[in-house]
């Protein structure tokens, strides 16, 4: 069943389409709205990859941690529930509830754990929660042959599959979950081995991204991130993006805002024209992490708790589109795909190259959400 | 005297239908290979003495004249060469060390010729310079991959200094003394045009090229020579050599001919003597004491000029490059085996030290499996022919390339491979003062910014047919490169795949 290569094995250049809805009110909506979202954008993906991210889908377990795990087999899952036993307290464990339809086949098992880690093992470990965290979701999905945990944040999680996203929505009976934040994926790999691993979103902790596009400075922002514990295992862009947006929020404090303009950093003749103390500030970012500009065209976004946020490359070589309507914020590949949902839209913007988008819950829906 | 046995490598051939004797060739000609003969109303050569440097075919206004490789030919066979039997000629005449001046002659496998750069195609369009931005800003220098905040929360931009450069090359070390002061000259006013540096080499800074300091990179080698604290001061980095590619392991030796009455003030030392530098620096037999120096430096100049320690490439230069970034340098330089040289004891020249491209990129691999890359800035010379050599060393790994030959080869040199004997017809390689107005300043800078300029626009077009838009998502990049022809452990050393995978 799975012994076509993986992601690792080969490198898969994606074209793709992408979407994200947000209730700034944080109301929960299914995933019915994604999938009606990406199902318009049908022909930007060829059926080898879709997959969505829901936030505030698990409101009675907000304080665990949802971990998402796909298994080749039942060796592989013996060896990786000892070792997640051995770090972490398990709340509740279950298999994912999917619905047999004959688009997706080859399916792995699929497991749920809801965790806490450890408070011996933690406070052993001298890390941060968040880190340590981390530290385990790497530490299985680069030792334990035939495990993936690919969803590992809290009160949110990943669904993905092979096949055509619609598809991928109701295989995994989306419009039974509820969340005021979803994004969806459909991907377009040239080539694939079809793994189920590999499709988007990518996501570490409760930080996830969809990606349309192939980045050419891949290796060496792989290069760069794996210096600091990070192991790029997929070989795919979304992976990379999404550690080094782990590593300059989480770890460096940075905002979304100032992430964003490392990835996609403003130009040098943009920043020679910045007052003295922006023009300090972008230069030093840009000199301390020029390694982790991103180059090639990408329209991204990131899913994390409690916003989204939408960013281009900084020439736009992808399309991205930004609607609202209300407190909904709505943004994808194609104008048509927020049409779809919301036909009168309040406004409607396409943000500029390295310019992010990022919405986050009003005040008191955000406290309601941690 | 005993015959020597030894022919000459060259031959001059006079087309007499062209020749005017016009005598051009004859005034050209330090080596005073032509003279005219008056009986004969003829000019005559003396080819014993040709370099093959072309100046006499270059000026000779008739086209009158060619030099051709002499093709009077040893007994060679697949193990005994030309080369071999003269050189045991002249060691048997002579009983001394040859000497030798540029990168090495013999054929070693070049291994930028065995990489090949990535197009995109389709899935990832390539980039137009021409209507996009293509950024090739480089800093050179420690960065720091954690930020740190002020008590309000704001960053704290302060860094430790850095080099900025427009492109990611720089002119490599050449001391005043092996080469000329308009060539130094051509250097320091190119490198300001361009906003890059040159480096002064070992032979100090002469008083005229204090005003290009900003553009200067001076360096502290183990002879010292004309080190004091305006120098330090003078220059925007300072950098320690270790090692020279074409001789590691020895010091320099200028010969005594050189060393006129500028040089010799200029480097701290008498008119006359010849200047030899020891390998190593007499206070540095390790790695700690590397360190001293390092601070040292740093501390005399208030922490204000990034540090460059520049050695040779050799085994284990991972290891020995891990120690020297641990040790408080901002900037490593690694200087290839194929890199030139004023002078150098052949067999040392020829024999001693590894490839550029495999230093670079065990040196890269070490520093990142180390987590220690960013710390250090990686500059590699020895070597660098052509803009896609630079390409291709910033894909595997490093931040800019030093060149020396190829700046040289823009203001005229012709590859002779005599600067040792201090009689370059161009001007480069030369302190006699005729020879030295050969090289006009002016011309020879806008040679340089030219070469310089030429390169960075075809660094702009390969990076737009990568999809790449800023040079520092090359850096490092090796999936931009293939291997052909290589065997396994080549690419794994290099760490790039081989074409078609
Ligand atoms: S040494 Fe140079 S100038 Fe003299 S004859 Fe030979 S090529 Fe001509
Ligand atoms: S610098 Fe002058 S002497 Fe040296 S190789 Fe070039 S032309 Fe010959």
């Known amino acids: 069943m799975f012994n076509a290569p993986k992601e690792g094995d080969v490198r898969i250049p994606s074209g793709c389409a992408i979407s994200g809805i947000f209730s700034k009110k944080g109301k929960r909506f299914s995933g019915e709205q994604a999938i009606k979202s990406i199902t318009l954008m049908h022909d930007r ?17 907000k304080d665990y941690y949802a971990f998402h795990l796909f298994y080749d087999d039942t060796i592989a899952k013996k060896e990786c529930e000892e070792f997640l036993e051995d770090h972490f307290d398990m709340i509740n464990l279950s298999k994912i509830p999917t619905r047999k339809i004959p688009q997706i086949t080859n399916e792995p098992m699929i497991w749920r754990y809801f965790l806490s880690p450890l408070p011996t093992k933690l406070a052993e470990s001298q890390l941060p929660e968040s880190e340590y965290v981390a530290q385990c979701v790497i530490k299985v999905n680069t030792t334990i042959k035939g495990a993936c945990i690919f969803s590992s944040g809290k009160n949110m999680g990943v669904f993905k599959a092979q096949g055509f996203p619609e598809d991928v929505g109701r295989f995994y009976r989306l419009e039974e979950y509820a969340g005021y934040s979803w994004t969806v994926h459909g991907r377009y790999p040239t080539n694939t ?110 899913g994390f708790t409690g916003g989204l946020m939408a960013l281009n490359d900084r020439l736009k070589l992808r399309s991205l589109v930004v609607g609202t309507k209300d407190d909904m914020v709505y943004m994808a590949s194609e104008e048509a795909a927020i049409r779809v949902l919301s036909p009168q839209l309040d406004s409607i913007t396409y943000p500029k190259g390295g310019e992010p988008f990022i919405v986050t819950l009003d005040k008191e829906a955000y406290q309601q959400c941690q | 005297m005993s015959i020597n046995f030894l022919q000459p490598e060259y031959e001059v051939v006079r087309n007499m239908d062209r020749c005017i004797t016009c005598r051009v060739c004859e005034r050209q000609c330090a080596n005073e290979v032509h003279h005219y003969n008056a009986d004969l109303d003829r000019m005559v050569s003396d080819d014993s003495k040709c370099v093959d440097c072309q100046r006499c075919v270059t000026l000779c206004p008739t086209n009158a004249l060619k030099i051709v490789k002499t093709n009077n030919c040893f007994k060679e066979n697949a193990n005994w060469h030309t080369s071999d039997i003269t050189d045991i000629y002249r060691q048997a005449t002579t009983g001394g060390v040859l000497l030798g001046s540029m990168g090495t002659p013999k054929e070693y496998p070049v291994y930028w010729d065995k990489l090949l750069i990535n197009a995109s195609q389709v899935t990832n369009p390539s980039i137009d310079p021409l209507r996009e931005p293509m950024e090739t800003r480089t800093f050179l220098g420690k960065k720091d991959a954690t930020i740190h905040y002020d008590k309000d929360g704001n960053i704290i931009t302060k860094t430790t200094p850095q080099l900025e450069l427009s492109t990611p090359i720089m002119f490599s070390a050449m001391s005043y003394g092996s080469i000329s002061y308009n060539a130094h000259k051509s250097l320091a006013m190119a490198a300001t045009k361009l906003g890059i540096y040159y480096n002064t080499g070992e032979g100090g800074l002469h008083e005229d090229f204090y005003v290009y300091g900003p553009n200067t990179i001076v360096q502290v080698a183990s002879g010292r020579f004309g080190v004091h604290s305006d120098y330090l001061e003078a220059g925007a980095a300072i950098e320690i050599k270790m090692g020279q590619g074409a001789k590691p392991g020895i010091g320099g030796h200028l010969p005594g001919a050189k060393i006129t009455e500028a040089v010799s003030k200029t480097r701290m030392i008498p008119q006359g003597t010849d200047a030899i530098s020891p390998a190593p620096h007499h206070d540095i037999y390790s790695i700690e004491d590397l360190r001293q120096l390092v601070y040292m430096l740093k501390e005399s100049t208030n922490y204000k000029k990034p540090v460059i320690v520049k050695i040779a490439a050799v085994h284990n230069v991972g290891a020995i490059a891990s120690g020297i970034a641990r040790c408080g340098a901002d900037i490593i330089a690694i200087d290839g085996f194929r ?36 710390q250090v800035s990686l500059v590699v010379g020895g070597s660098i022919r052509s803009s896609a050599d630079v390409i291709k060393a910033i894909a595997l790994g490093a931040d800019a390339c030093y060149i020396a030959t190829s700046a040289l080869i823009a203001l005229g040199c012709h590859l002779c491979r005599t600067c040792h004997l201090g009689k ?61 022809g290589l065997t396994e452990k080549e690419l794994e050393i290099l760490g790039v795949k081989h074409a078609g995978e």
């Open chain 2, 424 to 484: 370059c017809n161009w001007g480069i390689a030369t302190q006699v003062p005729e020879l030295v107005k050969r090289l006009n300043p002016a011309i020879g800078s806008e040679h340089l910014v030219n070469l310089v300029t030429a390169w960075t626009h075809e660094i702009k077009e390969m990076m737009g047919g990568m999809g790449i838009n800023s040079i520092e998502a090359l850096r490092g990049n090796r999936l931009m490169l293939r291997g052909v």
């Open chain 1, 45 to 61: 993906s060829n059926g080898l990859g879709g997959g969505f991210a829901g936030y505030g889908i698990y409101p009675e377990y």
């Open chain 2, 339 to 374: 890199g030139g040289t004023g002078a150098a004891p052949a067999r040392i020249r020829d024999n001693v030290g590894i490839p550029i491209e495999l230093a670079l990129a065990s040196v890269d691999r070490r520093l990142r499996e180390e987590g220690i890359r960013n």
């Open chain 1, 193 to 302: 081995p079809g793994w189920w691993g590999g499709a988007h979103p990518f996501s570490l902790l409760d930080c996830s991204v969809v990606h349309n596009g192939e980045i050419s400075s891949y290796d060496a922002n792989r290069r760069f991130i794996e210096m600091f514990g990070y192991r790029c295992t997929l070989l795919t862009d979304t992976e990379v993006i999404t550690y080094m947006i782990d590593y300059l929020h989480r770890k460096q404090g940075l905002g979304y805002e100032k992430v964003a303009h490392i990835l996609a950093a403003p130009f040098w003749s943009t920043i020679d024209r910045m007052n003295e103390k922006d023009k300090a500030e972008y230069t030093y970012l840009r000199d301390n992490f020029a390694s982790m500009l991103i180059t090639g065209p990408f329209s991204i976004i990131v």
